[in-house]
């Protein structure tokens, strides 16, 4: 009944920059937290970055400085602006979302399918 769709990956040089959507639909009651994750093959999901209802953020060492995460509640869309991007950015990000729906009495978080972002020359 909820659904996460990210949006904006794609292919870019190595110094350019994307600016990744996700957008949660359904029966939503509130969003407590959303997240961006990335996984590269071989390699362990790890989080980049996550901003929660009240604005907390919180950034991976690798992303400070680059990238920066906001939010529009009114559209329960989460943003991933990311300049100076790095070979080593190369993965499949994916968006989170701790969510309270209707109907339900408890949080549950939902992932989004991802993205590809692909960073070379």
């Known amino acids: 009944q909820v659904q996460l769709v990210e949006s904006g990956g794609g292919l870019v040089q190595p110094g350019g920059s994307l600016r990744l959507s996700c957008a949660a639909s359904?029966?939503?009651?509130?969003?407590?937290?959303m997240g961006w994750y990335r996984q590269a093959p071989g390699k362990e999901r790890e989080l980049v970055a996550r901003i929660t209802s009240g604005g907390t953020i919180h950034y991976a060492d690798s992303a400070k400085g680059r990238f920066t995460i906001s939010r529009d509640n009114a559209k329960n869309t989460v943003y991933l602006q990311m300049n100076n991007l790095k070979a080593e950015d190369t993965a499949v990000y994916y968006c989170?979302?701790?969510?309270?729906?209707?109907?339900?009495?408890?949080?549950?978080?939902?992932w989004g399918k991802g993205t590809l972002v692909t960073v070379s020359s």
């Open positions: 989170n979302a701790l969510v309270l729906s209707g109907g339900s009495y408890s949080t549950i978080l939902y």
């Open positions: 359904g029966s939503i009651v509130s969003i407590n937290l």
